[in-house]
């Protein structure tokens, strides 16, 4: 097709455009960039304004080792579907799990003992103590960036270091042929009901929903509805017990009906190993929901930067794939993770990282007012 001069010096007209309306934004993402950077600095926070320079760095470094909160199922996935986006990395995985192991570590940490990590899982129950401990990286402003490839909402606001690249939530756990569908709870009050009084249910010693309810007076729950109910459940004379994975292996065996509140990732993993069926779970609302697998690269890390990269990775769409089908752990804050998916349209009670550090205070409070029981010998 033929052009006159006045047709293409339009064209010439729009290209230049397109070149300075192109040159335009790069120069405002550039100068956003170094403002996100300097800001970052001023407060003491690590900022790498490049991508490719965390990647490079890393690569210089070689190696990660990870202690890690997730099942040991799912290390060799994780493993290798990290060394197949970074084959220059080495990378080894250990498990922390528990409160022992926590109190341990963060003592080996204080101490000056431990130096053989690069990242580490920070334990719910003591999450404010691994803070004077994580390096310094401005995990936050290089996701806002869009330096690192997290979604902003999985990291604590204002530690800016820390991620939650987890979710996990409480469900009702019962034994079908003990307890009919249409018996079980449809709130969580029902529990305090006349059926249930005389150890009819388990309640764990360790109970992590109640670190949620005090987060969620708009629901209707609250600080002083879960005091309220920790008392009503003690007054039925409920099993005490503790460990999510024996219980539940108790109420598949026909030793006991119900349980009030365990771990949602230990229910799916039992029912997978149920042939008979009989163990089914109910979603009470709202569903409480605590964040989980929040890891932190270590103040003493020896390969940072892999580090880094480790973490975005268990946040990338295949680290969370892993986390959600074989852990049953996925974050709420990734759209596309099963977790996401099956609490659609539920309401939930959400203890995040506003109402993070009162975690174990909280589940304190519940344990005061359970009247400190004695687990079950039973």
Wanted: aromatic share 10%.
């Amino acid at each position: 097709m033929k052009t006159g001069p006045c047709t293409r010096a339009l064209l010439f007209i729009l290209l230049g455009c397109f070149v300075l309306a192109t040159n335009g934004s790069a120069a405002e993402s550039s100068a956003a960039l170094l403002k996100a950077k300097k800001e970052a600095e001023a407060k003491g926070f690590i900022f790498e304004a490049s991508r490719d320079a965390i990647v490079a760095k890393a690569k210089k470094e070689g190696a990660v080792k990870v202690l890690s909160g997730l099942d040991p199922s799912s290390y060799p996935s994780m493993m290798e579907s990290f060394k197949k986006k970074y084959p220059f990395l080495k990378i080894d995985m250990s498990e922390i799990t528990g409160p022992d192991a926590a109190q341990r570590f963060i003592m080996e940490l204080k101490s000056g003992s431990r130096n053989d990590f690069d990242t580490a899982h920070a334990s719910t129950e003591f999450y404010q103590e691994y803070l004077p401990f994580a390096k310094k990286f401005d995990l936050l402003g290089m996701a806002e960036s869009g330096v690192l490839r997290i979604p902003p909402k999985m990291i604590d606001p204002k530690h800016r270091a820390i991620p939650a690249l987890g979710s996990a939530i409480s469900v009702v756990a019962y034994n079908k042929n003990l307890l009919p569908a249409d018996k079980v709870p449809n709130r969580w009050e029902d529990f305090l009901k006349p059926e249930f009084k005389g150890r009819k249910f388990l309640v764990d010693m360790r109970p992590h929903a109640f670190a949620a309810y005090p987060a969620c007076p708009q629901e209707g729950l609250g600080l002083e509805w879960m005091l309220k109910y920790a008392r009503g459940l003690r007054d039925q004379n409920p099993i005490w017990s503790r460990g999510h994975s024996r219980a539940l292996s108790s109420i598949l065996a026909g030793e006991y009906a119900i349980h009030s509140g365990t771990h949602y990732q230990s229910v799916m993993r039992a029912m997978a190993k149920d042939p008979t069926g009989a163990l089914q779970f109910k979603m009470v609302e709202p569903v409480p929901v605590r964040l989980t697998q929040l890891d932190l690269v270590l103040a003493s890390a020896q390969h940072p930067y892999a580090a880094l990269l480790y973490i975005e990775h268990e946040a990338s769409p295949e680290g969370q794939d892993i986390i959600d089908k074989q852990d049953f752990v996925g974050s709420i804050f990734y759209p596309g993770s099963n977790m996401s998916k099956t609490l659609q349209g539920k309401k939930l009670c959400v203890n995040g990282f506003a109402d993070f550090h009162n975690s174990s205070k909280w589940m304190a409070m519940a344990v005061e007012a359970f009247g400190f029981p004695k687990e079950s010998t039973k």
